[in-house]
């Protein structure tokens, strides 16, 4: 078992492997018994699971049901850890909570943005992690090739900027007032295609996701926070 069969068992779903590690301890939170040896991390990057993801479900399930995505990958992914014996995982129910973000880095291959998401030196901030495949035995993982930021060498960081509500202006993240522009008349330009800090990043512009998917994104997000029925 290696990454080219779990990244066929994946084919046609847009999702791909996105690093993966050996357990230690500490990996797990507490709770979790389960006999595992090896994380192996499933996310997308650009628009291809998005394309897989609209052509599996109508648009009044995508605008209606709480969690469409979640839902599919929920599906996705447990169908593809019954194929290769093995158990799917997910950031989005707990608890306990699995520290993705944490489990992301100790993979390898990204690294934290000036505005807090990871950035990825080919895929920039296009790219999500969507769930995690755990094994019971210590499978060979592919090591990421050497990389360092590219955030080290961006001189000018647009990110930092491009905010028109300042939400990253004192180095954290100001959710109220990410929202509140958002969900205003002034917040058309996020609504329809998406952060403008995260669009202002040169790095990845070929992986950028398309209106449709930015809009999905931004209209879940507003209601998660309350913001729309």
């Known amino acids: 078992m290696d990454f080219a069969d779990i990244n066929a ?21 507490e709770g979790f ?8 991390l499933i996310g997308n990057a650009g628009p291809e699971m998005w394309a897989a993801f609209a052509a599996q479900t109508t648009p009044e399930e995508r605008d209606n049901d709480a969690n469409p995505l979640d839902d599919w990958t929920r ?13 799917a995982l997910f950031p989005f129910t707990g608890p306990p909570y699995y520290p993705f973000q944490q489990w992301a880095l100790k993979g390898g291959g990204v690294f934290v943005s000036p ?6 030196p080919q895929f920039g901030l296009w790219h999500a992690y ?8 210590r499978l060979a993982l592919a ?14 960081k647009p990110c ?30 996020c609504r329809d295609s998406g952060c403008l800090a995260r669009r202002a990043c040169p790095v990845g512009r070929e992986y950028l996701y398309a209106p449709d998917q ?8 507003l209601k998660a926070q309350g913001w729309l029925e």
């Open 130 to 137: 969507r769930g995690a495949l755990v094994f019971e035995q």
């Open 33 to 40: 018994s389960e006999a595992a040896a090896t994380v192996v």
């Open 75 to 87: 599906e996705t992914l447990e169908k593809a850890a019954r194929g290769l014996g093995c158990r």
């Open 115 to 120: 505005t807090g998401p990871l950035i990825h």
């Open 143 to 156: 090591v990421p090739p050497r990389a360092s930021s590219p955030c080290a060498a961006c001189a000018d």
């Open 214 to 221: 930015a809009q999905f994104h931004m209209a879940k997000y």
């Open 9 to 29: 068992a994946l084919a046609g779903t847009g999702l791909i492997t996105r690093g993966g590690f050996h357990l230690e301890a500490g990996d797990i939170p």
């Open 160 to 189: 930092r900027g491009a905010c028109p509500a300042d939400a990253f202006a004192t180095g954290g993240y100001d959710v109220p007032a990410c929202v509140g522009h958002v969900a205003s008349a002034a917040g058309t330009d």
